[in-house]
């Protein structure tokens, strides 16, 4: 029952580095688009100059 318990404990903590690696990759591309679209933002502002 032990080992049982300890290969949860592994698989969860693997899990939760995948959903941690998961999270960064999409605050990442998160950010790039939120860079993406000051950058238009500040395209259209200027045209509008």
Do not use: C
């Not at 032990?2 to 698989?11: C, G, M, P, R, Y």
């Not at 960064?24 to 238009?40: C, R, V």
């Amino acid at each position: 029952m032990v080992h049982k318990d300890n290969q949860n404990i592994s698989a969860n903590t693997g899990n939760n580095n995948e959903d941690h690696h998961n999270t960064q990759q999409q605050l990442a591309d998160a950010n790039k688009e939120i860079a993406e679209l000051k950058m238009q933002i500040a395209w259209l502002e200027r045209s509008y100059e």
